[in-house]
C-alpha cells in the first residue's frame, strides 16, 4: 500500500498535478500552462484531447519531480474547471475535438428564449446557479438550438472531470455530484438532474450521465495511459469536485461560516453553509460541496487573476522573459519590481477588473477593463499596482453583497490561489477588505483538496474532516493597516460609481458594438 496520493487541477489556463504525503506535504509537482481558442468573439473554447494530453504531461512531470516509485502513489483525484463542458459521441469522443470553456458567452444571444421557456429566478432556486450565460445549462441549449446536428449525434453531456477520469481510465462514464451542480442542470434539493429544467428546455434527460460521489473510486490507471503519466498500472482513480469547491476544502471550509478567497484564474468568494435559503441568496452560486450536506455560498469573479496574467503577457512581457532568464516566477519578479514602488490606491489610477465581463453581483457580459485616472505623471509601477488592486476592489464588492444577502461568516478570511503566493497582494487583500487574512501552507488548496479526495478513495483517510485536520495546514497572518484601509475605502466608492457610471450611460454596451463582430 502506498503512502502518497496525487492531486490534479485541470484548470482554466493550465493543468497541475501534485504528490503529497498523507500529511499535506507537496513531495512533487508538474505544472502545463496553455492559451484558450477564441474562434469568434464571446466564444471560448479549448481543444479535448489537448488537454487531456497536457494533463498526462503535468502528471508525469509530478511522479518524476517526487522520485516516489510510481506504486506508491496509491491514488489520483481530480480538481477541475467548473461549468465548462464537452459533448461526447458514441465512442465517448469529444464532438468537434473540444471543450466550451466557461467564460465562452455564446448563450447571451438565447438567454431570452431560455427565459421565456423557465425564468431565471426559477432556474436560480433549483439548482442553485444565477440565470447567466456562462453556465453550461445555456450553452448547451445553445447548441441544441443553433447545431442540432451535434446535439442529435451528443451520447453525453460532459464536464471536464467526467471526460479527463474517463481519458485515464475510469470504467464508468459519470459526473461526480459536487461539481455537476455548477452546470445548471441539477436540483440541489435532491442533488440529480432536474426533470423540470431538462423538460422546459427540451433536453434529453439519457444525455446526462450518472452521477457518482466525492471519492468515490471510478477504476485504475491501465498500461497505455500508465506509460503517457509514469503512474503505476492499479493506481486508483478518485472522483473528485469542481476546482473552487476543493480550493474550500482545501481552506478547511467545510462548516457554517469558515470563509475563504480564491484568487486565481477565477476569482471566488466562498462560505460554508449548511441550510441555505436558495431563494434569498439569488444571483449568488451556491454548489455543494464535496461534503455533500453543507453548501457554500459562492460569490464569482468572471475574470479574477486572469487580468494580471494578461498584464504580464501584453504590459510585463520584458520582466517575463528576464524572469525566465533568472529562472523565477514573473509574477514574482513584477512584485518585487514595480509594486512595492507604488504606494495604496497607486496613485489615484484604478483598474476595473472586468477583462471577461463582471461576475457577481453584476453579471454583465459586456463589461471591460479599464484603467481609471491615468495622468502622465503615473509610472507602470502604479498600473502594475493598480491590476493587483482593482482585482482586490471587485473581490470586495462581492463581500459587501454577500454580507447585504444576510450572509453570516468567520471574521477571518483564508486566501486561496496565485495571488496568497505574493506578499505584497496578501497586504492588498488584507486592506481592501479591512479583515484579518491568512494563507495556506500549500497556497494550491484546489489540488490539495483533490489529492483529499484520493486519499477518502485510498481508504487512507476516512472523510473530508479528516482530510482538513491532518492535511490542511495555516500560514502567515496579514492584519489591515488603518491608513491603508482609509486609502481603499474611498478607492472602493470609486470603483463602483465608475462601473454604475458607465452602465447607465449605456458605455459598455457601445463599446461591444465596435468590437468585430462574429
Not at 486561496?416 to 501552507?441: F, H, V
Request: proline share 4%.
Amino acid at each position: 500500500m502506498g503512502n502518497y496520493v496525487m492531486g490534479i487541477d485541470v484548470g482554466t489556463t493550465g493543468s497541475k498535478a501534485m504528490v503529497f504525503d498523507l500529511k499535506g506535504n507537496v513531495i512533487g509537482k508538474g505544472y502545463r500552462e496553455y492559451k484558450l481558442n477564441e474562434p469568434k468573439p464571446n466564444w471560448v473554447e479549448v481543444g479535448a484531447q489537448f488537454l487531456l494530453d497536457i494533463t498526462f504531461e503535468a502528471v508525469k512531470e509530478a511522479v518524476a519531480d517526487s522520485k516516489l516509485p510510481p506504486a506508491e502513489i496509491e491514488a489520483i483525484g481530480f480538481s477541475v474547471n467548473r461549468s465548462s463542458f464537452c459533448l461526447v459521441d458514441e465512442n465517448l469522443k469529444a464532438i468537434d475535438d473540444k471543450f466550451y470553456v466557461w467564460l465562452d458567452s455564446r448563450a447571451e444571444s438565447v438567454m431570452a428564449e431560455i427565459n421565456g421557456k423557465i425564468p431565471a429566478a426559477k432556474r436560480n432556486q433549483i439548482t442553485g446557479m444565477p440565470g447567466f450565460n456562462i453556465f453550461a445549462a445555456a450553452k448547451y441549449y445553445w447548441v441544441k438550438q443553433n447545431e442540432p446536428e451535434t446535439y442529435k449525434k451528443t451520447k453525453y453531456f460532459s464536464t471536464v472531470a467526467s471526460y479527463v477520469a474517463h481519458g485515464f481510465g475510469a470504467d464508468t462514464f459519470a459526473v461526480e455530484i459536487s461539481d455537476g451542480t455548477v452546470t445548471g442542470l441539477m436540483d440541489v434539493r435532491t442533488l440529480d438532474w432536474n426533470k423540470e429544467l431538462a423538460g422546459a428546455l427540451g433536453f434529453d434527460m439519457a444525455k446526462f450521465p450518472p452521477l457518482r460521489k466525492p471519492g468515490e473510486v471510478l477504476g485504475t490507471i491501465k498500461a497505455a495511459v500508465a506509460a503517457k503519466t509514469g503512474l503505476a498500472e492499479g493506481t486508483k482513480i478518485v472522483a473528485g469536485s469542481g476546482d473552487q469547491q476543493l480550493a474550500a476544502m482545501g481552506a478547511g471550509v467545510i462548516r457554517d461560516g469558515a470563509v475563504s478567497l480564491t484568487i486565481g484564474t477565477f476569482g471566488l468568494l466562498a462560505i460554508g453553509l449548511a441550510k441555505p435559503d436558495f431563494a434569498a441568496l439569488e444571483g449568488l452560486m451556491i454548489p455543494c460541496s464535496p461534503v455533500l450536506e453543507v453548501f457554500e455560498v459562492e460569490g464569482p469573479q468572471t475574470s479574477g487573476a486572469t487580468c494580471y496574467r494578461w498584464l504580464r503577457d501584453t504590459l510585463c512581457q520584458e520582466d517575463a522573459a528576464e524572469a525566465e532568464k533568472k529562472g523565477i516566477d514573473p509574477y514574482v519578479l513584477m512584485s518585487e519590481k514595480y509594486v512595492s514602488k507604488s504606494v495604496p490606491g497607486s496613485n489615484g489610477v484604478i483598474f476595473y477588473s472586468a477583462l471577461f465581463g463582471s461576475g457577481y453581483p453584476t453579471w454583465d457580459t459586456n463589461a471591460t477593463g479599464m484603467f481609471l485616472g491615468l495622468r502622465n505623471t503615473h509610472t507602470k509601477a502604479d498600473m502594475v499596482r493598480s491590476v493587483m488592486e482593482g482585482i482586490t476592489l471587485e473581490a470586495r464588492r462581492i463581500l459587501e453583497g454577500v454580507m447585504a444577502a444576510g450572509v453570516k461568516m468567520d471574521d477571518v478570511i483564508t486566501v486561496t490561489g496565485g495571488a496568497s503566493k505574493s506578499p505584497e497582494w496578501c497586504q492588498i487583500i488584507a486592506d481592501i477588505m479591512n479583515r484579518k487574512i491568512r494563507t495556506l501552507d500549500v497556497a494550491d488548496a484546489a489540488v490539495l483538496g483533490a489529492a483529499g479526495l484520493a486519499a477518502i478513495g485510498a481508504g487512507r483517510l476516512k472523510n473530508v474532516e479528516e482530510v482538513v485536520s491532518g492535511m490542511v495546514r495555516f500560514g502567515k497572518v496579514y492584519n489591515p493597516v488603518p491608513a491603508h484601509v482609509e486609502t481603499y475605502n474611498k478607492a472602493a466608492a470609486v470603483y463602483k460609481a465608475a462601473y454604475e457610471g458607465l452602465k447607465g450611460t449605456d458605455v459598455f454596451t457601445k463599446l461591444a458594438d465596435l468590437r468585430p463582430q462574429a
